[in-house]
């Protein structure tokens, strides 16, 4: 499950918001994480925290109720206008792909309208 060995794929409506830097992060995450036996269902929801510096930022992998949610930091310095707004994306484990995509539980319409 999420082997490092699979294409990471963003979907065009994450990657018109988060950075390539922050979702590269993400996929190191995901593989760091299935390296270690941490994940143990798939898809995972990845929320990310309104708290954060000029250079760091934080976020967690939610498992549903099957694993213990995890928080951890990316290191990110440039503008972060994609926080504040509660997004969350979900981690979909294909067969040879790992697809990043916004939740369905998302507001885009602001998104939307651009």
Do not use: C, W
């Not at 995450?29 to 941490?38: G, N, P, T």
């Not at 976020?59 to 213990?68: E, K």
């Not at 040879?96 to 998302?106: H, V």
């Amino acid at each position: 499950m999420y082997e490092s060995s699979k294409r990471s794929h963003v979907s065009e409506a994450v990657a018109a918001v988060f950075p390539k830097e922050v979702t590269d992060q993400l996929f190191d995450v995901l593989h760091l994480m299935s390296k270690a036996d941490q994940l143990v269902t798939a898809p995972v929801a990845v929320f990310f925290s309104d708290d954060h510096d000029e250079d760091e930022m934080y976020a967690m992998i939610v498992q549903g109720d099957l694993a213990p949610a995890q928080e951890f930091p990316l290191t990110y310095s440039g503008d972060k206008p994609f926080l504040g707004h509660g997004y969350i994306l979900i981690a979909k484990d294909k067969p040879k792909t790992i697809y990043l995509d916004f939740s369905e539980a998302n507001d885009l319409s602001q998104l939307n309208q651009k």
